[in-house]
């Protein structure tokens, strides 16, 4: 089975890709392609899987531009070839294509005569229908195909509803902390907030910096890490939200501690997490996360992270951007601590249930075989 993935990082759809090639492994001889280095190499060779790096046509922002376009253009050009040679030495049994910003690789998986499923982790209702209709050629080229969350499901089958019969929604699987390891059993000192998430206008960190100036002007003492980095081309967006910060006099509470491939020590010293996104979520895998490490959360209450954040009695779903009421929000979780402390580890319990990664793999499993038999079948068939 070979595996297919458009970076190697170690950000949302990285890490649920992590879970899912060492879920196939146990069932498939899987190799992982890769448009090059990364963090994520490293952590899928320490599991005991075969990585290649080939150059592959990933569809981005940037493709929007004629640099970005020649680029794609190259990239599908000069790894056609390279990406063949791979799915007939690797992907005999199947391609497993992680997001649908790899069209290139099922229409190559065709023509190599394998099967391939397209897992879908995007779901941007926002964007132009005829975008959409483009970002929908990968799940359309494939055999099956997989969505993280119902809603990913349905603004995919909205550009593309004949999709719906040969898709399934598998939840991902978060493997959280060994155990679980309440919040602080007193709030002394100022309150600890937490950020999550790549610096990204859309995933509103500049409203988590927002909600922490409304808490201060409130006279509640309080503090915000950020963790996370900007995109290649966004740098100007950290800057700016530096200086928000130093403009409102927030220097010495907000620390800005970059990209960490492990969250949960982040976690662990936080009192409240903030998931503020403003754009449409697929998944929400941070939410998931917070809730994981038994810590009250505020969340976002639009597209998958309500999804996500469904049925937790220490997550409160607030409309996206709303300071005020997102200040409220933190001064509720922070007036009736004892409550909020103990539903979190109710809820964190609940969480490893759903998302366990046994149950992940199971269910991942038992679609590709699904695929791959009903491939073999219809081949018998022609034969």
Not at 20 to 29: E, I, Q, R, V
Not at 46 to 69: E, K, S
Not at 260 to 267: C, F, G, K, M, Y
Not at 337 to 352: H, L
């Amino acid at each position: 089975m070979l595996v297919v993935h458009p970076g190697a990082e170690l950000y949302g759809a990285d890490r649920v890709l992590l879970e899912s090639a060492t879920a196939l492994a146990t069932a498939f001889d899987v190799t992982v392609a890769l448009p090059g280095p990364g963090p994520l190499v490293r952590e899928l060779e320490g599991r005991g899987l075969r990585v290649v790096q080939v150059r592959m046509p990933v569809l981005r922002n940037a493709a929007m531009r004629p640099r970005g376009a020649l680029r794609l253009l190259a990239d599908a050009v000069l790894g056609a070839l390279p990406a063949l040679r791979l799915i007939r030495r690797h992907g005999r049994a199947g391609v497993y294509v992680n997001t649908l910003t790899l069209p290139s690789w099922p229409l190559l998986a065709r023509l190599a005569g394998s099967p391939s499923l397209c897992h879908v982790h995007e779901a941007e209702a926002s964007q132009p229908r005829l975008l959409r209709m483009g970002m929908a050629l990968a799940p359309a080229l494939s055999d099956r195909i997989v969505a993280n969350s119902r809603f990913t499901l349905d603004v995919l089958c909205e550009v593309a509803p004949r999709l719906r019969r040969r898709s399934v929604v598998v939840y991902n699987a978060v493997d959280g902390p060994e155990g679980i390891d309440p919040a602080r059993a007193e709030l002394e000192g100022p309150l600890r907030l937490l950020y999550v998430g790549r610096l990204s206008p859309r995933k509103g960190p500049q409203v988590a910096v927002g909600v922490l100036q409304e808490l201060v002007r409130r006279g509640v003492d309080a503090r915000l890490e950020l963790v996370g980095s900007v995109f290649e081309g966004y740098e100007w967006f950290e800057a700016e939200l530096r200086d928000t910060v130093g403009t409102g006099g927030l220097t010495e509470r907000v620390d800005f501690l970059g990209f960490r491939a492990d969250v949960w020590n982040s976690l662990g010293t936080a009192d409240v997490v903030l998931v503020p996104s403003v754009a449409e979520e697929s998944f929400g895998l941070t939410t998931v996360e917070a809730v994981l490490a038994a810590r009250p959360l505020v969340v976002s209450d639009t597209s998958g992270l309500r999804e996500a954040a469904a049925g937790y009695t220490s997550v409160q779903a607030l409309p996206p951007g709303e300071v005020a009421e997102w200040a409220d929000a933190v001064q509720r979780v922070a007036g009736e601590w004892p409550r909020f402390r103990a539903a979190a580890v109710d809820d964190a319990g609940e969480a490893r249930r759903r998302h366990a990664p046994e149950r992940y793999r199971d269910e991942l499993i038992r679609e590709v075989r699904a695929l791959v038999g009903d491939c073999r079948s219809a081949a018998a068939v022609r034969s």
